[in-house]
């Protein structure tokens, strides 16, 4: 018996999401939520965790040919 299941809230909607590998858009409930949130992200100062997109995009291109 496990009950750590670790609930958040989806940003865009609030709805609960569980913190799992089910969740694959989390910590948004859907797809649909996040790209919502990603859209409003253009227009507002809203904190995003995507460290890793950036830096990636950065020094990726040169070496593949
Ligand atoms: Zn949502």
């Given amino acids: 018996m496990n009950n750590d299941i670790i609930v958040v809230n989806c940003p865009t909607c609030g ?3 569980e913190w799992n590998a089910q969740s694959k858009f989390r ?3 859907s ?13 507002e100062e809203k904190f995003i965790p995507s460290d890793a ?10 070496d593949q040919r």
Avoid: T
């Fill in 15 to 17: 709805a609960d999401v």
């Fill in 53 to 62: 997109q950036i830096n990636d995009s950065e020094d990726w291109s040169e």
């Fill in 31 to 43: 797809k649909r939520c996040q790209l919502i949130d990603l859209g409003e992200w253009a227009d």
């Fill in 27 to 29: 910590p948004f409930c």
